[in-house]
């Protein structure tokens, strides 16, 4: 892949804050609670560690032009989830600060002629698949999408690049052919003009309602109630 790849800065960038944010928490606060149910702010910063790790393998691997999978079984990457989150806070920033500088050597060494290359989620095909160009924007995804998760006001989706809500909506509205997004700080839409329903809102709180994420803080309906959150 081209040392200058489509989102190489976005990703820069996201992965610099992530960096900061990880590196600022106080050791305590690495056992308190996320904005995702049942895990604390260790687990988050754990899983997104491990995914990297994940997309590291799956890098090497296709260059390598073998199979490649990101987890070897589910059970598997939630229990080294767990363990990972156990483990002092000291060890879980290293481990996660770590794997974005080889990310970034793999992604821009990574042969051109393979980037069509199919990856897995697991060896057997289950969960999903994706061709390693879109590495990047997966990777870009986990960052900035688990950064709001802590919980923290100062990364909260409000934080995020204008650019990655856009990023976002765009590739996650296709799946709600009945709604249109309507963004309110950019004038920017979304979905069908016929759609029986428009969703208006900032792009950030657009984009966050997309991932199943909340309840809808800062939208509002053309049908008056909102619809359920999205489940993935």
């Known amino acids: 892949m081209p040392p200058n790849y ?4 976005a990703l820069s960038d996201a992965t610099q804050r992530w960096h900061q944010t990880i590196t600022a928490l106080a050791d305590d606060d690495f056992a308190a609670p996320s904005g995702l149910p ?15 790790e ?42 996660a600060i770590a794997v974005d500088e ?8 990574f042969p051109e002629q393979l980037l069509d290359a199919v990856a897995h989620r697991l060896p057997d095909g289950g969960g999903f698949a ?7 924007q997966r990777r870009l995804g986990e960052v900035e999408i688990h950064h709001a998760d802590l919980g923290l006001a100062t990364s909260s989706r409000a934080a995020w690049p204008v650019e ?9 509205t ?13 004038d920017q839409t979304w979905g069908p003009d016929d759609a029986p329903v428009t969703l208006s809102g900032s792009s950030a709180d657009l984009a966050w309602w997309l991932i199943g994420r909340g309840t809808g803080d800062g939208l509002t309906s053309s049908a008056g109630e909102l619809p359920p959150t999205p489940t993935y």
Do not use: K
């Not at 589910?74 to 156990?86: F, H, K, N, T, Y």
């Open 102 to 109: 080889a990310i970034s050597e793999a992604l821009c060494a």
């Open 174 to 186: 296709p799946g709600h052919r009945e709604l249109r997004f309507t963004a309110t700080d950019t």
């Open 6 to 9: 489509p989102l190489r800065a």
């Open 130 to 136: 994706f061709a390693l160009r879109e590495v990047p």
């Open 164 to 172: 990655f809500s856009e990023l976002l909506l765009s590739a996650r």
């Open 54 to 95: 994940a997309f590291l393998r799956v890098l090497r691997l296709g260059a390598a032009e073998q199979p490649a999978s990101m987890y070897d079984t589910a059970e598997g990457r939630d229990l080294d989830i767990d363990a990972l989150a156990s483990a002092a806070p000291a060890e879980i920033r290293a481990r």
């Open 38 to 52: 049942g895990w604390s702010r260790g687990h988050v910063i754990a899983h997104v560690a491990l995914n990297g």
